[in-house]
Protein backbone atom coordinates (compact mmCIF):
# COMPACT_ATOMS: atom_id res chain seq x y z
CA UNK A 1 0.00 0.00 0.00
CA UNK A 2 1.08 3.46 -0.59
CA UNK A 3 1.36 5.73 1.94
CA UNK A 4 3.08 8.95 3.27
CA UNK A 5 2.38 10.47 6.60
CA UNK A 6 3.17 13.55 7.65
CA UNK A 7 4.65 15.03 10.88
CA UNK A 8 5.70 18.02 12.42
CA UNK A 9 3.29 21.05 12.16
CA UNK A 10 2.50 23.18 14.87
CA UNK A 11 2.50 26.79 16.28
CA UNK A 12 5.18 28.55 15.90
CA UNK A 13 6.08 32.22 16.34
CA UNK A 14 7.23 34.56 13.49
CA UNK A 15 11.03 34.13 12.61
CA UNK A 16 10.67 30.67 14.24
CA UNK A 17 11.65 27.37 12.83
CA UNK A 18 10.02 23.82 12.14
CA UNK A 19 11.05 21.11 10.50
CA UNK A 20 7.96 18.44 8.93
CA UNK A 21 8.41 15.08 7.89
CA UNK A 22 7.14 12.76 5.58
CA UNK A 23 7.39 9.34 6.40
CA UNK A 24 6.94 6.64 3.69
CA UNK A 25 6.01 2.95 4.25
CA UNK A 26 5.52 0.24 2.05
CA UNK A 27 8.06 1.58 -0.41
CA UNK A 28 11.45 3.06 -0.76
CA UNK A 29 10.83 6.48 -0.81
CA UNK A 30 13.98 7.66 -2.09
CA UNK A 31 13.16 6.37 -5.75
CA UNK A 32 10.33 8.90 -6.10
CA UNK A 33 10.19 12.63 -6.60
CA UNK A 34 8.84 13.92 -3.73
CA UNK A 35 7.23 17.51 -2.81
CA UNK A 36 6.03 19.30 -0.45
CA UNK A 37 2.65 21.59 -0.34
CA UNK A 38 0.79 23.95 1.28
CA UNK A 39 -2.89 24.67 1.05
CA UNK A 40 -4.34 28.14 3.45
CA UNK A 41 -7.80 28.81 4.63
CA UNK A 42 -9.74 30.13 1.11
CA UNK A 43 -6.70 29.70 -1.43
CA UNK A 44 -5.73 26.94 -3.47
CA UNK A 45 -3.24 24.25 -2.81
CA UNK A 46 0.84 25.54 -3.59
CA UNK A 47 3.49 23.88 -3.94
CA UNK A 48 6.87 24.34 -1.88
CA UNK A 49 9.40 22.54 -2.53
CA UNK A 50 9.97 19.24 -3.94
CA UNK A 51 13.28 16.83 -4.06
CA UNK A 52 13.66 14.27 -7.23
CA UNK A 53 14.52 10.41 -6.75
CA UNK A 54 17.90 10.05 -5.29
CA UNK A 55 18.15 14.06 -4.67
CA UNK A 56 18.64 13.94 -8.17
CA UNK A 57 17.33 17.64 -8.13
CA UNK A 58 15.63 20.06 -5.94
CA UNK A 59 12.77 23.26 -6.61
CA UNK A 60 11.18 26.06 -4.15
CA UNK A 61 8.98 27.99 -4.93
CA UNK A 62 10.08 31.80 -4.84
CA UNK A 63 8.35 32.57 -1.81
CA UNK A 64 10.43 30.03 0.32
CA UNK A 65 13.45 29.89 -1.71
CA UNK A 66 16.59 31.05 0.68
CA UNK A 67 14.59 29.49 3.97
CA UNK A 68 12.90 26.46 3.24
CA UNK A 69 15.70 23.42 2.95
CA UNK A 70 14.42 19.59 1.54
CA UNK A 71 16.41 16.68 2.56
CA UNK A 72 15.97 12.72 2.51
CA UNK A 73 17.25 10.54 5.66
CA UNK A 74 16.78 7.05 3.25
CA UNK A 75 17.66 5.22 6.49
CA UNK A 76 14.73 6.48 7.87
CA UNK A 77 12.76 6.64 4.46
CA UNK A 78 11.82 10.19 5.23
CA UNK A 79 11.98 13.45 4.19
CA UNK A 80 12.60 16.42 5.53
CA UNK A 81 11.03 20.16 5.57
CA UNK A 82 12.93 22.39 7.30
CA UNK A 83 11.53 25.51 7.82
CA UNK A 84 12.85 28.91 9.19
CA UNK A 85 12.45 32.62 9.69
CA UNK A 86 8.73 31.69 9.59
CA UNK A 87 6.56 34.16 8.23
CA UNK A 88 2.37 34.33 9.17
CA UNK A 89 2.13 33.93 5.12
CA UNK A 90 3.74 30.43 5.60
CA UNK A 91 0.94 29.15 7.67
CA UNK A 92 -1.42 26.27 5.86
CA UNK A 93 -1.88 22.76 5.98
CA UNK A 94 1.03 21.11 4.44
CA UNK A 95 0.94 17.91 2.48
CA UNK A 96 3.90 15.35 1.14
CA UNK A 97 3.31 14.12 -2.06
CA UNK A 98 4.39 11.72 -4.57
CA UNK A 99 4.76 11.77 -7.83
CA UNK A 100 5.86 8.34 -8.74
CA UNK A 101 5.52 8.60 -12.53
CA UNK A 102 6.43 11.85 -13.15
CA UNK A 103 9.09 12.13 -16.05
CA UNK A 104 10.01 16.19 -15.85
CA UNK A 105 13.32 16.66 -15.79
CA UNK A 106 13.31 18.78 -12.77
CA UNK A 107 11.04 17.81 -9.77
CA UNK A 108 7.71 19.90 -11.13
CA UNK A 109 6.08 22.03 -8.44
CA UNK A 110 3.37 23.64 -10.36
CA UNK A 111 2.08 20.47 -11.86
CA UNK A 112 -0.12 19.04 -9.17
CA UNK A 113 -1.63 16.92 -11.41
CA UNK A 114 2.20 15.01 -11.74
CA UNK A 115 1.64 13.96 -8.05
CA UNK A 116 -1.12 10.87 -7.13
CA UNK A 117 -0.05 9.74 -3.57
CA UNK A 118 -0.51 12.35 -1.07
CA UNK A 119 -0.83 12.41 2.44
CA UNK A 120 -3.32 13.97 5.03
CA UNK A 121 -1.43 17.07 6.12
CA UNK A 122 -0.02 18.50 9.25
CA UNK A 123 -1.12 22.02 10.40
CA UNK A 124 1.33 25.03 10.53
CA UNK A 125 0.20 28.20 12.47
CA UNK A 126 2.46 30.75 12.43
CA UNK A 127 1.48 33.74 15.08
CA UNK A 128 2.95 35.62 17.71
Known amino acids: QWQVVESGGGLVQPGGSLRLSCTAS????????TGWFRQAPGKEREGVAC????????NFADPVKGRFAISRDNTKNTVYLQMNTLKPEDAGIYYC?????????????????????WGQGTQVTVSS
Open 97 to 117: ALARFSVQPVCPLTLLNEYDT
Open 26 to 33: GFILENYV
Open 51 to 58: IGEHRSNE
